[in-house]
């Protein structure tokens, strides 16, 4: 495998949850955290953190707002 062929919009799940909020303690990797912090593919705008407890934000809708009300529209 090459690992580059649309593996960043593949959103990888989070370990568990505890009281609610998504916890993964699995050593960071820089291609989690891309595809949790900037993702086109995923739609939504807080994912699970990389690393640790609670969301994190894709930050990729931040910088796309109108795409972003384009897509929720279509819906």
């Given at each position: ?6 593996d ?15 916890v993964d303690?699995?050593?960071?990797s ?12 995923d ?33």
């Open positions: 495998m090459s690992g580059h062929d649309g960043h919009r593949r959103v990888p799940p989070p370990q568990g949850t505890y009281a609610g909020l998504p303690w699995r050593r960071p820089l291609a989690r955290a891309r595809a949790r912090l900037w993702n086109p593919g739609p939504r705008v807080l994912t699970p953190k990389s690393f640790g407890w609670g969301w994190a934000i894709n930050f990729y809708w931040l910088a796309h707002p109108v795409r972003l009300a384009r897509g929720r529209r279509a819906c």
